[in-house]
C-alpha cells in the first residue's frame, strides 16, 4: 500500500545513514544563476564536484557498483568508491502518482516529519531559511539527530533548491558556523535544545558529529508515474569519531541499507503530504 514501508533487514542496518512552482519558479528557471552553469556551486568543493558530474556526466557512473530492483519503490541502487568512503545513488518512482511540487515539499519543507516515518531519526528540526550569498539560491538550514544503534550520529545541514527547466534539484551540503554567520548563535541555542530532550537507550551512547555529509534529490518526470527521484548522497565519519561510525560509513552493506530505508522514509512523507496528512 502506497506510504506503507516495506520490510527490511536487520535493525543496525536499516538505521545506518539514515537525508516550486508558479512565477517564482519559472523566474528561477529563466534567470542566470550563480550556482547553475553545467556546475551545482557550494562552499564545500568536493560536494559541488561530485554532484555536479554525479548529476550530468555520461561517464560519472562507470565503474561503479549497480543494483536494480522491480519490486521495490525505487528500482536502482549505485555505490561508487571514491578516495574516502562512498557516493551512494537510488532512484526510484515510489509506487504511485506524485506530482513535482508535491515531492519537492516533502524534501525541502517536511523532513522535520521523518520521525513519525523512521524510528532511526530522533529530531530533525528546522533552523531557519534565507538566500545564501555564494550560491544566490533559497537555502533552508536543518539539523539532524540519528540513531545508528551503536551510537549517536549529529550534523546541520544547508539545502539550496534550484529549478532547471523540468527538473528540481535539491542540494545539500554540511552546514558550518561560517555559512551560519549571524544566526549561528540562534542556531546553537536550538541545538542544544533539541539534544537535550532527546532520549537515548542508555547515557553511554556515544553522539558523534557526522565529519562530512552533501547530497541531492533530483525531481524529474518519471515513465511510469509522474515524478522520480534520484537521492544522491556522501556521509563520512572521520577520524576522532570512534571505529564503529568510521566502519559504518565505509562499508557498502550498510551504506545500501540505509540508503533503500531512507528512500522508503521520504515516500512515506510524501504520502502524508499528498493526502492532506
Known amino acids: ?89 537510488v532512484t526510484g518512482e515510489g509506487g504511485r502518482d506524485f506530482d513535482a511540487a508535491t515531492v519537492v515539499r516533502t524534501v525541502n519543507d517536511n523532513m522535520q516529519r521523518l520521525p513519525e516515518v523512521e524510528d532511526g531519526a530522533k529530531a530533525v528540526v528546522r533552523l531557519g531559511e534565507g538566500t545564501d550569498g ?3 539560491l533559497p537555502f533552508v538550514d536543518s539539523f ?27 542540494f545539500f551540503e554540511k552546514l558550518t558556523t561560517e555559512m551560519a554567520g549571524a544566526a549561528w548563535p540562534i542556531y546553537d541555542k536550538r541545538i542544544v535544545e533539541v539534544m537535550s530532550g532527546v532520549k537515548r537507550r542508555s547515557v553511554f551512547g556515544s553522539v558523534v558529529p557526522v565529519s562530512k555529509i552533501f547530497g541531492m534529490f533530483v525531481v524529474s518526470p518519471g515513465a511510469t508515474y509522474r515524478s522520480r527521484v534520484t537521492f544522491t548522497t556522501k556521509i563520512h565519519f572521520g577520524e576522532g569519531t570512534g571505529m564503529l561510525a568510521r566502519m559504518g560509513s565505509d562499508m557498502p552493506p550498510v551504506i545500501r541499507a540505509g540508503l533503500q530505508s531512507g528512500f522508503d522514509s521520504c515516500v512515506a512523507i510524501a504520502s502524508k503530504v499528498a493526502d492532506g496528512g
Open 1 to 89: 500500500m502506497p506510504g506503507e514501508r516495506p520490510p527490511r533487514g536487520a535493525p543496525w542496518s536499516r538505521r545506518e545513514l539514515l537525508a516550486v512552482g508558479g512565477g517564482a519558479a519559472l523566474a528561477l528557471a529563466l534567470r542566470p544563476s550563480a550556482a547553475w552553469a553545467g556546475r551545482l556551486r557550494t562552499h564545500d568543493p568536493e560536494a559541488g564536484s561530485l554532484l555536479s558530474q554525479a548529476l550530468d556526466s555520461p561517464t560519472f557512473w562507470q565503474g561503479a557498483s549497480v543494483k536494480t530492483f522491480d519490486d521495490r519503490l525505487y528500482d536502482e541502487v549505485r555505490l561508487k568508491s571514491l578516495d574516502e568512503g562512498y557516493l551512494a545513488m
Open 134 to 136: 555564494t550560491t544566490g
Open 144 to 170: 539532524y539527530y540519528l540513531d545508528f544503534t551503536f551510537f549517536y550520529g549529529v550534523y546541520s545541514q544547508r539545502m539550496y533548491k534550484l529549478v532547471d527547466g523540468s527538473r528540481t534539484i535539491l
